[in-house]
């Protein structure tokens, strides 16, 4: 099952995902297509269980770079060396500073944390 957050306002989108990994990419890809406003600041992370390792050419990453979205995690994030929490930003405008991000390995999860902040 594919669970999704998102949040819009007047000055940002922000699109937190879980992809299941018996989920096919391409409904995720329909449905954040569906989503996004081209205009707008947007953040979109989550757990998508795709390892960008293994798989740097997957379709969601091809598609979100060529829509200018810069990937903002190249490590792994989680405890068996995958790199399946991803995390993507566009800014077409640049009425927002470069996200920072801080990784932190909390001690009930196999997934690292990842602390992103966004400033004007």
């Known amino acids: 099952l594919l669970h999704k957050v998102g949040e819009?306002?007047?000055?940002?989108?922000i699109f937190n995902i879980y992809r299941s990994g018996d989920r096919r990419i391409e409904d995720l890809i329909d449905h954040l297509l569906d989503l996004i406003e081209v205009d707008?600041?947007?953040?979109?992370?989550?757990?998508?269980?795709?390892?960008?390792?293994?798989?740097?050419?997957?379709?969601?990453?091809?598609?979100?770079?060529?829509?200018?979205f810069k990937l903002l995690i190249h490590e792994a994030t989680h405890i068996q060396g995958g790199h399946i929490d991803h995390a993507y930003w566009i800014d077409?405008?640049?009425?927002?500073?470069?996200?920072?991000?801080?990784?932190?390995s909390p001690y009930y999860s196999d997934h690292d944390g990842l602390l992103i902040t966004l400033n004007r």
């Open 92 to 104: 077409p405008a640049g009425w927002w500073q470069y996200p920072t991000i801080e990784r932190y």
């Open 40 to 68: 707008k600041p947007t953040l979109i992370t989550g757990d998508l269980n795709i390892c960008n390792a293994k798989e740097p050419k997957n379709r969601l990453t091809i598609l979100l770079t060529r829509m200018g």
């Open 8 to 13: 819009s306002s007047n000055e940002i989108q």
